[in-house]
């Protein structure tokens, strides 16, 4: 049962326009989620959080929406450009535990994104 | 400030046969994670942690374990390898087992097990 679900393996996008990546979630008890990006042959990046408080956060070109009623959220980046190409992580959250909370990350499976000059 | 070095980068291993992937946070974090990365699953969540006490587990079998050092270095362990446990496999490090920006990831460990 995955709980994060990227449902669009790859998105292709001209440079300069806009790139929405997006993501849904089943588990109502997730409370903060996050995206990463991933380069070949490296480890995820962090690239931007939301908590379940808000419903935007922008950084710079990158904002993600969040829309807690319909368990879904999307990043989008603004202009793209090409040394965005990599596949993008969705990842959530949910407070657990006693004393503190375990916060174990789970992903959605990526999506490629490819910014074409 | 040096980075969450995985070593090794690569490994060939074959089917029945164990291994050990080792993991060193960056200096200060005490929190380290393992994740394993394939591509019909994405990335999910093996094990946590912190102070060398597993804070949380993931849906893995037995034969996946781990472990933390004082020095907060962390090894995990797969025994009686499988095909399907061929991956990318990821280790993350933060200040302390309750962040909630996320992890610092390192590179990983490819293992393909033949």
């Known amino acids: 049962d995955q709980q994060v679900k990227q449902n669009s393996p790859s998105l292709s996008v001209q440079e300069g326009r806009i790139s929405i990546l997006n993501c849904d979630y089943t588990?109502?008890?997730?409370?903060?989620f996050l995206w990463y990006k991933k380069y070949p042959a490296e480890g995820p990046t962090f690239l931007i959080s939301i908590s379940s408080i808000k419903d935007k956060n922008e950084d710079g070109r990158f904002t993600v929406f969040l829309n807690k009623s319909a368990k879904h959220l999307s990043l989008h980046i603004v202009p793209s450009q090409p040394g965005d190409s990599a596949v993008y992580f969705c990842a959530a959250s949910e407070a657990r535990g006693s004393g503190g909370s375990n916060y174990k990350l789970t992903f959605g499976k990526g999506t490629l994104l490819t910014v074409n000059p | 400030k040096a980075g969450v070095t995985q070593t090794p980068r690569y490994l060939i291993k074959t089917r029945g046969q164990q291994v050990t992937l080792s993991c060193s946070p960056i200096s200060g974090h005490r929190s380290v994670s393992w994740y394993q990365q394939t591509p019909g699953q994405g990335l999910q969540f093996l094990f946590e942690y912190f102070s060398e006490t597993q804070r949380n587990k993931g849906n893995f079998p037995g034969r996946f374990s781990g472990r933390q050092f004082s020095n907060s270095r962390s090894e995990m362990n797969v025994s009686t390898l499988e095909l399907g446990d061929s991956a990318l496999y990821l280790c993350?490090?933060?200040?302390?087992?309750?962040?909630?920006?996320?992890?610092?990831f390192g590179s990983g460990t490819r293992l393909t097990v033949v």
């Open positions: 993350a490090s933060s200040l302390s087992w309750a962040t909630r920006r996320g992890y610092t």
């Open positions: 588990n109502s008890m997730f409370d903060y």
